[in-house]
């Protein structure tokens, strides 16, 4: 199908450009065939437009979203890394206590 959509837009541009225009001989109309698939071609060039828009409306409905939550999930995490370190800090102060009290007894 794909080789004949190409085949058929080949032949439309090579009559639109071929310079028949001009010349003494008429100019054949297009046969239903022809017709049938330069519709078809303009139909799946429409359809994919609309699939693309689409897709563009996704992508930046997307960007938006992380645009919107990319900082209060960097200040969550800012937060969560103060805490952790802290509590860090309060182990290592409670394991230095521990150990002389180990060692003696």
């Known amino acids: ?31 239903v065939a022809q017709q049938s698939d330069a519709d078809a071609v303009r139909d799946l060039r429409t359809s994919a437009q609309r699939q693309l828009d689409r897709s563009i409306a996704q992508l930046n409905e997307l960007r938006d979203r992380v645009t919107t939550e990319k900082l209060p999930l960097a200040q969550r995490i800012t937060l969560l890394e103060e805490q952790l370190a802290e509590e860090r800090r309060l182990n290592g102060d409670v394991s230095r206590r521990v150990t002389p009290a180990i060692s003696t007894s």
């Not at 032949?11 to 109309?29: I, K």
Request: no cysteine; glycine share 12%.
């Open 1 to 31: 199908m794909i080789l004949h959509t190409i085949a058929v837009l080949l032949l439309l541009s090579g009559q639109q450009g071929s310079g028949q225009q001009g010349t003494d001989q008429p100019v054949a109309p297009q046969s």
